[in-house]
């Protein structure tokens, strides 16, 4: 295979997707009396870059904002093409306002990502930023060691760099310890990734973490040799003590957090939100943070809380929308800590969030694309905030039952077009291997189809 390989090739070769979203919400409660709680963005200050928090990164000395840009979520135009326009602007934006650590992947925006970042970063300083991107080899095609350092080639190329900040082997855990040997260990990756270290061409080399603890224990039990300068690990108010109550899979963030403590390895943030679920949590919840605090929007407690550990580096956030990125910057320029006193709150806001179980996407799209084109993350999406504003027609005796059986399949209709529904879903499981909180997807598909139907059936 040629050094750089061509886009339509390498995507042929990578094949994953995106998928995943989280949260859970409550149990009994009532329907809000009043009309629903949203934070008005048009008010925003504007925050004052040279207020930035930043962390020091004890391996290198590297000052890191502690807001860092995830190039998840980046905007789209009508196409479905990414609006360069639009990012160049919110990265210039981030830049000019103290952020200076940028994330992204060759999984990111199906495969496009990377060209998107390195076109809006090339525009400035090469060291006015921090470049994170991964080995993301999640297609057993691109096991091989030369796929994967192709990979490795291919990043560097689409983001106009010779180095790379900080590099990570994604999504360790997916799969267990057998997934772990065959992407990174026994083809050498690993040690290919420490020699490009040791070259200066991955200045930072760590690792990301979904499922699997005893993938996480060891790759900790191998620091000595390894020397890792970060890891990435899923935190927020909700995953701190539930992650594994939310799914038996997952793992608490208390944990994995003390873990990295002891051995002195910074954590960088990921899912401080949860794919948007803790901005978007159950009425009665969002009235109690209103009153606790009026001018806060319902999304900076939990990037709040995620900045607060003193071991964390930086907290990603997929910011899609300018208004969604002036909000975090007032979060962290300069970050106020959550006191013990808000720190129990949030826990008592999780407790109740938790009683609800939700469908544990974090609307990552690594599903995607489905071969037979449903949508998988935007229908656990919408399903997902219906039932978490105790909104889901599920009794036919109720009062409200046909407003809201109306609003349930009109909402879904605006949000995913008949075409792209759960119905279109025939099982093959191809979307179940990527997905980081080890969803049954075809599952939970089939349950969502069903109950469609029978709302339809009822008309």
Known sequence: MSKHIERRDFLKLFGAGAAGVTAALTGCKPKAETGPIKDDYSKLQEARGDQMTYRKNPTTGD????????????????DGEIDQETVNRLVDYALAHGVNYFDTSPAYCRGNSEKATGIALARHPRDSYYIATKLSNFNEATWGRRESIDMFENSLKELQTDYIDYYLLHGCGMGGMENLKARYLDNGLLHYCIGQRREGRIRNLGF??????????????????????????????????????????????????????????????????????????????????????????????????????????TVLSGMTYMEHLKDNLLTYCPLKPVTPEEENFLYDIAYHIVNVKLIPCNDCKY???????????????????????????????????????????????????????????????????HCPQNIDIPEELRKIDEFVENLRRNA
Request: net charge negative.
């Open 367 to 433: 599903c995607m694309p489905c071969p037979y084109g449903v949508d998988i993350p935007s229908l656990f999406v919408h399903y997902n905030k219906v039932k978490s504003h105790d909104r889901l027609p599920e009794d036919a005796q109720d009062s409200e039952y046909a407003k809201l059986r109306r609003e349930f399949l009109v909402g879904q209709d605006r949000s995913v077009p008949r075409l792209r529904q759960a119905a279109h879903c025939i099982g093959c499981g191809q979307c179940k291997p």
């Open 63 to 78: 000052k890191v904002s502690l807001l860092g840009y995830g190039m998840m979520r980046l905007p789209n135009k009508e």
């Open 208 to 313: 990301s973490y979904h499922g699997d603890v005893a993938v996480f224990d060891y790759l900790l039990s191998i620091h000595d040799q390894v020397h890792w300068d970060f890891v990435q690990i899923e935190l927020n108010y909700l995953d701190w003590d539930y992650a594994n109550e939310i799914n038996d899979r997952n793992t608490d963030a208390r944990y994995l957090y003390a873990e990295l403590q002891k051995r002195g390895i910074p954590a960088v943030i990921m899912e401080p939100l949860l794919g948007g679920r803790l901005a978007n949590i159950p009425q009665y919840l969002m009235e109690r943070m209103k009153q606790r605090d009026p001018d806060a929007s319902i999304a900076s407690w939990a990037f709040r809380y995620a900045g607060t550990p003193e071991g964390v580096l």
